[in-house]
């Protein structure tokens, strides 16, 4: 088979994530990640996935929120529970879908701070606006653009989350970068992401799943974490949750820029 280019592979997850919002859009649930074929990370069922989507959130999460943005859930963990978001800060969501995590944030940064949800597929932004209409959200904003190039100015955000979205990137450092040049100092990064065991190889992680299902272009726990520092993040810490294939874990990232929070990041 040959392999696929980078933009081949970008292609790929927009389509395969627009198809998951047009699927909940039609009063579906989606339907993705290595169980069902690799289309995209999830559940093919919500509420009986154990290791993908809104089974990773806790009833009083859940609760309060529109049905479509539950059904739309399609991460490996919940970057709400590692960020400890506080009272007036400024959130970014990188590939925020369908809108859960981004619409959690607003709920505990309260009417001071502000929740951005950065995603490329007109789909998921649709469907993660109407989300935020039905949950009377005023203090998000949903913007269009890529995780390797991030439509707002440096020293703008606190707390950087995202749920499984980093592995889906083909330029990881790109990444890192701008989670690095967006955030204030003492900024904190909080993302939960899949992650594969040291010892595997880029092709045997490919044997394990799809690119698209979050599976092949996994990082190892040392490329991650070198990933972080060479971007110029401190205090990295890596940890697995639970094993979602042979040797991948969904695991809980975190990070600052520099060494202590501070509260007097620039504002937008």
Do not use: W
């Amino acid at each position: 088979m040959t392999e696929q280019t980078p933009e081949e592979v970008r292609e790929a997850v927009r389509v395969g994530y627009a198809a998951a919002a047009v699927k909940v859009l039609e009063g579906g649930v989606a339907s993705c990640g290595p169980q069902s074929g690799g289309d995209c990370c999830g559940p093919q069922a919500v509420e009986i996935d154990e290791g993908f989507g809104a089974g990773l959130y806790g009833a009083e999460d859940r609760d309060g929120l529109p049905a479509e943005a539950v059904a739309a859930s399609l991460g490996c963990g919940n970057p709400l529970a590692v960020a400890e978001l506080r009272e007036g800060e400024r959130v970014l969501d990188l590939g925020s879908g369908g809108g859960i995590d981004v619409l959690l944030s607003a709920r505990r940064v309260g009417p001071r701070g502000r929740a951005y949800g950065l995603d490329m597929t007109d789909e998921m932004l649709a469907l993660a606006r109407a989300n935020a209409q039905k949950a009377g959200a005023t203090n998000v904003e949903f913007l269009k653009g890529t995780i390797e190039s991030v439509p707002l100015p440096a020293n703008s955000i606190d707390v950087v989350i995202s749920n499984c979205v980093i592995n889906l990137s083909v330029d990881k450092p790109a990444v890192f970068a701008e989670m690095f040049r967006v955030l204030g100092l003492g900024g904190r990064v909080g993302v939960t992401d899949v992650v594969a065991e040291d010892h595997l190889t880029p092709d045997q992680r490919a044997e394990r799943g799809a690119y698209v299902g979050c599976i092949a272009g996994a990082l190892s726990f040392a490329e991650y974490r070198q990933g972080l520092e060479d971007a110029g993040f401190t205090d990295v810490e890596i940890t697995s949750t639970h094993q979602v294939a042979d040797g991948m874990h969904s695991a809980i990232v975190r990070a600052v820029k520099g060494s202590s929070y501070s509260p007097t990041t620039r504002r937008l």
